[in-house]
């Protein structure tokens, strides 16, 4: 599931400068969002963290490492505030509250929060289940199986 939207790069408190930038969500990576930045350069740059850090981003300040998110209010219309931070530097966004909190949900109604383990493949019992039957698993005793 992928949406463009304009996101404003920060400069000063006064100075914004738009960067059109593309939301990325995965069912097969259902614990991650995905941002590619479309700066003048030949390719995108590519930042992924946690949706949860996203989600709660909306209504509270959240994150404590490299990527930091919080509500703000500009000109009376409700942003998101990310913070990124890289060997490269630092950088602030802004993006529209109400275009992000929809795109996050469509994400919500694909993968509630809490089920992501269930669309990791494989999932931990599918490794285990294999791995078990690899083996001969049984209730007999272990030293008893390669007699």
Same mark, same amino acid.
């Given at each position: 599931?992928? &949406?463009?939207?304009?996101?404003?790069?920060?400069? /000063?408190?006064?100075?914004? =400068?738009?960067?059109?930038?593309?939301? %990325?969500? &995965? =069912?097969?990576?259902?614990?991650?969002?995905?941002?590619?930045?479309? %700066?003048?350069?030949?390719k995108p740059v590519?930042?992924?963290?946690?949706?949860?850090?996203?989600?709660?981003?909306?209504? &509270?300040?959240?994150?404590?490492?490299?990527?930091? %998110?919080?509500?703000?209010?500009?000109?009376?219309?409700?942003? =998101?505030?990310?913070?990124?931070?890289?060997?490269?530097?630092?950088?602030?966004?802004?993006?529209?509250?109400?275009?992000?909190?929809?795109?996050?949900?469509?994400?919500?109604?694909? =993968?509630?929060?809490?089920?992501?383990?269930?669309?990791?493949?494989?999932?931990?019992?599918?490794v285990l289940d /294999?791995?078990?039957?690899?083996?001969? /698993? /049984?209730?007999?005793?272990?030293?008893? &199986?390669?007699?």
């Open positions: 599931m992928e &949406r463009e939207l304009m996101m404003r790069l920060v400069l /000063s408190p006064q100075d914004r =400068v738009p960067v059109m930038t593309r939301l %990325i969500y &995965r =069912v097969a990576s259902p614990c991650a969002v995905h941002i590619a930045f479309h %700066i003048d350069s030949e590519y930042w992924f963290f946690a949706r949860d850090l996203l989600l709660d981003g909306l209504f &509270r300040p959240s994150g404590s490492g490299d990527v930091r %998110i919080w509500p703000a209010r500009r000109a009376g219309l409700g942003v =998101v505030m990310l913070w990124l931070s890289a060997a490269g530097g630092t950088v602030l966004m802004e993006a529209p509250t109400a275009a992000v909190a929809a795109w996050l949900g469509l994400t919500v109604q694909l =993968v509630p929060p809490g089920s992501e383990s269930t669309f990791l493949r494989p999932t931990l019992q599918q /294999s791995l078990l039957k690899d083996t001969g /698993s /049984s209730d007999q005793n272990p030293d008893e &199986r390669h007699t």
